[in-house]
């Protein structure tokens, strides 16, 4: 950062901001970096991070003291072009960079390849005037094909920087120079007998074919990882094509079609049956099922009726709705997930840090290598070739060692990564929460509305001699059929389930903390604690309350008439995927902890019934961060999944941070990992998907580390001496591109990854 110059009075400070701007005219590691470090070099920028692969920078800034303007400058004085992004401006960005690739690469193409076959026919096609005729042919592939090389060479000098760029345009400007000074002078400095071709006495060999083809298969390489990159994409690019270009709004009565950027907040919206909902809103009118599997992840389509929330890219079903529209833009929930996922695009993990230090050396390391063949070449070769020889292995070094391939390893794959992630339901909020989640060894479950549903439910049901199960049940929820209390709520909703009628409660008496007492069918009916039973006088009820206690239930005791009648056992039950969830979490090699508030019978209760390995039972909310602490404190690498706000500190505490989609917003901000989908086999896919992006990171970066080691030291020479075989500049620049290209193609995998518990995601 620079450091701000002192003025007689201090400029005001602005509020922070995170700006996202679209970078033009990178084409290497190296560009990005020159960027970011131009970037980062303006007067109020914190934070900044460029992405070769997504083409984006991130920067956060103090809008007191620099602008958006300041901005883009910095980067158009680094030799690029920024710019913010607009939906509708990058797809013809995009377009239109991809449209002048394929001309540039046409032209290098159709002019080129005479040149090689001239070459390469060593003779066969020899006639007067034919390194004329190649010069003729190659300086379109210079002038035109090669002119955004040249260019990015240019800038990247005059910043005293080095790039691929630097790289390539040396090479091949040196191998056109020197063809175009024997082409020129045929007669300078050769011996004789050592021409190129026959026919031409002395003259000095010409190598047009070289500098063409570099240039041909620098720009093939380009075209194909733009190709590559346009399909890391596809999972963003489908999001935002949920949303539909138009939205039907309806005034007075009267309906009308309007672009999707004409809704506003409070627009009464119309969606017919089979359309895409457009904006986020709550319904005023109608009735439908709506599928927001690509949003949620939920496989189900979700009944929508008046008051319910509907969300843009989702899909209507077969009814029509009405609906006030509440978020428009870029404030929809879709539009917010695209933010998350391009913010998260835009990062860099920790891993990427050792291929930007080796990219920050690797290009001026490589000229000295290039110069130091040049010279040993010049020096050990027959006095006939040496300047043939030096020139041509100087060439294929620097054009072999382009660090492409090094600079794409790491955001290629987490583009893909990220975007696969997305349309499983896992939003990750950076490159560095993803690394962290492939290293999570315990993962850390709240039981409330994690593991279990959140609210009780009857579970179990004992009678007393003379009543049966379905009396008890009954006469229980007659009783509680006028009280509000969550047990009480439980008790009716199980015999709705059963099919049970109930008749009303004729009177209702609640005492706090104990139950209620009520009339049902001209009978005295009590619901509630065994002290309820005890000051009424109804005995026999410490043996029903011991066993269901002992299950970890809470007991709800019934008597009529004075009489006990029988005992209902509430639980929290565990959610459906939850014991399938913690076993593949297992097989995955993770210790699994469940941390709870509530007593250690419950907890302990559904602990066994998923296979818990630990259980932190009674532990207040302020507590649950001092328990991931401990945890961390043995070594372990923890994940905390939770979705309340009581769970936030813990979340925040954590390792890494796992919030539930269905939990509060508070815990969401705390989190580094949010499943949209309130499905708890979203988790071991969420992890999953961050070992196998990892996985390929270092694939990519140990193929991209060994492309280099093993290419420098060919194209210098070091296998002539055994083989006498020595690389051409032409294969030296299609290995460079191939390399790049794997590099992508192995990243590409990440989209058809499969994942544990694929059914559930």
């Known amino acids: 950062m620079r450091a701000v110059e002192a003025s007689p009075s201090p400029s005001p400070v602005g509020a922070l901001e995170h700006l996202d701007l679209a970078v033009s005219g990178m084409t290497c590691a190296a560009c990005a970096r020159r960027v970011e470090r131009s970037l980062g070099e303006v007067e109020g920028v914190l934070e900044c991070s460029v992405n070769f692969a997504t083409r984006r920078a991130s920067v956060v800034f103090d809008t007191g003291a620099t602008s958006v303007e300041a901005l883009t400058g910095a980067v ?27 001309r540039r690469l046409a032209v290098a193409v159709l002019f080129g390849l005479p040149v090689v076959v001239l070459a390469m026919a060593h003779g066969a096609l020899d006639f007067p005037g034919v390194n004329l005729v190649q010069l003729g042919l190659t300086l379109p592939v210079i002038v035109y094909s090669g002119a955004p090389i040249f260019r990015s060479a240019w800038a990247a000098l005059r910043h005293r920087s080095a790039d691929m760029n630097v790289l390539v345009a040396l090479g091949t400007g040196a191998a056109f120079v020197y ?28 190598y047009f074919e070289a500098a063409a083809a570099v240039i041909a298969f620098v720009l093939l390489g380009r075209f194909l990882e733009a190709r590559a990159r346009t399909r890391a994409g596809d999972a963003i690019r489908r999001l935002q094509a ?65 008051g319910a929330e509907v969300f843009a890219g989702t899909m209507n079903g077969t009814g029509r709705l009405v609906f006030r529209a509440s978020k428009v833009g870029r404030d929809t929930a879709l539009q917010q997930i695209v933010q998350v996922v391009e913010r998260a695009q835009g990062t860099k993990a920790p891993i990427a840090r050792l291929a930007d ?64 992630g997305a349309q499983l339901g896992v939003l990750v909020k950076s490159a560095a929460a993803l690394e962290g989640a492939s290293r999570i060894d315990t993962v850390v479950l709240d039981k409330t509305g994690t593991l279990t549903r959140g609210r009780p439910e009857v579970t179990r049901i004992l009678a007393a001699r003379g009543f049966t199960e379905a009396e ?36 209702f008496n609640a005492t706090p903390g104990l139950g209620v007492e009520a009339s049902v069918s001209g009978r005295t009916v009590l ?44 639980a929290d039950t565990a959610r459906e995927e939850a014991a399938e969830s913690v076993q593949v979490l297992h097989r995955m090699g993770l210790h699994v902890v469940m941390l709870t508030g509530d007593h250690e019978a419950p907890a302990a209760r559904v602990a066994r019934a998923l296979g818990i390995d630990q259980v932190f039972a009674g532990v207040l909310p302020s507590g649950k961060a001092q328990v991931v602490r401990t945890l961390k404190a043995e ?28 939990g509060s917003d508070v815990a969401r901000d705390a989190a580094d990992v949010t499943l949209l989908r309130a499905d708890l086999r979203s988790l071991p896919a969420a992890l999953g998907l961050a070992r196998s992006t990892m996985r390929v990171i270092r694939q990519n970066l140990f193929w991209a580390f060994l492309y280099n080691a093993l290419g420098i030291p060919v194209a210098a020479g070091l296998l002539y001496g055994m083989t006498g075989w020595l690389l051409s500049p032409m294969l030296a620049s299609l290995a460079m591109s191939l390399s790049s290209v794997s590099v992508l193609l192995n990243s590409l995998r990440l989209r058809g990854l499969s994942l544990p518990v694929t059914r559930a995601v």
């Open 527 to 570: 619901v509630g604690s065994r002290k309820l039973l005890d000051t009424k006088g109804v005995a026999g009820a410490a043996a029903l309350e011991k066993e269901l206690a002992a299950d970890g239930q809470t007991p709800v005791l019934v008597a009529v008439e004075g009489r006990l009648a029988g005992a209902l056992g509430l």
């Open 357 to 420: 230090v080796v990219s920050g050396v690797f290009t001026p390391v490589v000229l000295l290598v290039a110069l130091a063949t040049f010279a040993t070449w010049f020096v050990l070769a027959p006095e006939e070739t040496r300047l043939t020889m030096a020139v041509l292995n100087a060439v294929a070094v620097l054009v072999i060692a382009c660090p492409c391939a090094l600079g794409l390893a790491t955001p290629a794959a987490l583009m893909v990564g990220m975007g696969r």
């Open 76 to 102: 158009a004085d680094a030799g690029y072009q920024a710019e913010v992004p607009r939906a509708e401006t990058a797809k013809e960005a995009d377009f239109d960079e991809d449209r002048a690739l394929r």
């Open 635 to 662: 070594g372990r690498r923890v994940a905390m999944v939770g979705d309340g706000i009581n769970d936030a500190p813990a979340l925040a505490e954590a390792d890494l941070g796992v919030a539930m989609g269905s």
């Open 179 to 206: 063809s175009v000074v024997a082409t020129v002078w045929p007669g300078l400095g050769a011996p004789e007998g050592h021409g190129h071709g026959e026919g031409h006495g002395t003259a000095l060999p010409v």
């Open 242 to 306: 949920l949303a539909p270009a138009t939205a039907t709004v309806e005034e007075g009565g009267v309906e009308r079609e309007v672009p999707l950027s004409s809704v506003g907040v409070g627009d009464r919206v119309v969606v017919r049956p089979g359309q895409s909902i457009p904006v986020d809103g709550a319904v005023v009118e109608g009735s439908s099922s709506v599928d927001e599997a690509m949003l949620t992840g939920e496989s189900l389509p979700v009944e929508k009726r008046e």
């Open 472 to 507: 008890v049940l009954s006469l229980a929820a007659a009783a509680e059929s006028g009280s509000e209390h969550p047990l009480a709520r439980a008790v009716v909703s199980a015999a709705s389930t059963r099919g049970l009628t109930t008749g009303a409660a004729e009177s």
